[in-house]
């Protein structure tokens, strides 16, 4: 099987696809310094753990032009890098991840489809796995996978996944699965079974026996016992611990509500504005949680790679309280005999949703 880099270098580019477009000298410098900085960080190995792809270079011509691909290389500095390549939305948040990831290459083949785990990397709570599909067949846009993959041992998990297509016979894809019930971990041991695999464009399912199982050692990590807390409008939201990895860092908070929020809204949600001392802004994604109920909750969230100059984090909570309302939230039972059955919402009266923005909190970053 062709990998994601021979895939993209391979491809049969109409040049009549790509939109010229004038860039300015800065934007001329900011990728200079982006390919300089991948080169760079290709020979730092002092945090490095596992083997590292070989990096791919692309050279640009002293009259470089700006090209936009409609469907595949929306960067080409990091071409080579699936965690890269599948962040859509360029937060930086996996800018590290490819680096400190074990190469494992594992294949498993069924019923005409390959299907390839490209890197893993563990934070000591968080897998992030990068895959590769590969049919014989023509496919739909859209691909769904029927079995994620599972931490061994773990009583309750959390993840997302994303699945990106490349072409007609070629997808690509990133899991998070977070074991809610364990941090700092040194290893993990994986197992994930793909049953099926789903097109719902086509009502088309493709039965299959995909199955793997493999072990990762947890990337260093820091971690720091924490006793902030920021209250307001009824709502506290308390940071616990913060966790450092070569590539990303990781809050764990609590949230707790007054009797009055928890009379007057269905939920509350935090989501966490992080930057530092240096005005840098940190992206992140929330890792899941647990708790009693929708009040009263404990989660995580990782972001990406702390910049090493920083001296202290501003933690900013934000939260959302919510009515339930059929626009904004639905639920279901499943019946004894397996029948699913819509819980119908009904409309609330007043505002059904507010915001509220907590003071900051300060965490000192130490050595």
Known sequence: MKDIYELLNGMDFDESEFELMEISEVEKEKVKRGLKKSIKQKNRSSWKKGAAAAAIFVCLSAGMVGMTFPAYASSIPVIGDLFKFLDTGKTGMYDHYKEFSTELNMREESNGIKVTIQDAVFDGKTVSMTYAIESDKKLAENLLIEGSPEILG????AGSSQVTRIDENHYVGLFRSTNLNQEGADHVNMVWKINSLSLPNSHTEIKGDWNFA???KAADQKEEVLNLSAKKDGVQVSITKISQTPMSFSLFYNQTASRNVRNQWDDVFVELDVKDNLGNSYSGEGN???GKDAYSMSWSSTFEKLDPNATELIVTPHVQVRKHTP???GEA???ADGEKRE????QK???VKEDIVLDA???????
Do not use: A, C, Q, Y
């Open 214 to 216: 493999f072990s990762l």
């Open 361 to 367: 909190m300060v965490i000192p970053l130490r050595d």
């Open 154 to 157: 773990s009583p309750g998990m």
């Open 343 to 346: 819980v119908p919402i009904k």
């Open 333 to 335: 039972v499943i019946t």
């Open 327 to 329: 626009e904004n939230h």
């Open 288 to 290: 899941g949680g647990s």
């Open 349 to 351: 009266p007043g505002k």
